[in-house]
């Protein structure tokens, strides 16, 4: 199984970007998506998840009605739409799935047990 995202890049305070996250070697139908993020110095943050179980989408405050995360499973692809980015939402985005979270874990980045590569998302003021 492998996770792949891509769409990061270099934009100014106020733009949109769109990550994509496309898995193969299987279906994400049933598995739960989220993406996280790292900044230069600091951990690895949750940032959007989505339920394969349920209903259930979190976000984080700090992304809370800027990103929304969606998932089409007919082409098993996870998408986090990022609107009015701010200089704080640079970091390295990883997307990340597993079979076997829980919602009470969905923001937990040990939850989850398949891994993207990373993109990097760069925010200038």
């Known amino acids: 199984v492998q996770l792949q995202a891509s769409g990061g890049g270099l934009v100014q305070a106020g733009d949109s970007l769109r990550l994509s996250c496309t898995a193969s070697g299987l279906s994400l139908r049933g598995y739960t998506v989220g993406w996280f993020r790292q900044a230069p110095g600091k951990g690895r943050e949750f940032v959007a998840a989505?339920?394969?179980?349920?209903?259930?989408?979190r976000y984080a405050d700090s992304v809370k009605g800027r990103f929304a995360i969606s998932v089409d499973n007919s082409k098993s692809t996870v998408t986090l739409q990022m609107n009015s980015l701010k200089p704080e939402d640079t970091a390295v985005y990883y997307c990340?799935?597993?079979?076997?979270?829980?919602?009470?874990?969905?923001?937990?980045?040990?939850?989850?047990?398949?891994w993207g590569q990373g993109t990097l998302v760069t925010v200038s003021s």
């Open positions: 989505r339920s394969g179980h349920s209903t259930a989408i």
């Open positions: 990340a799935a597993s079979r076997t979270v829980i919602i009470s874990s969905m923001t937990s980045n040990q939850a989850y047990n398949y």
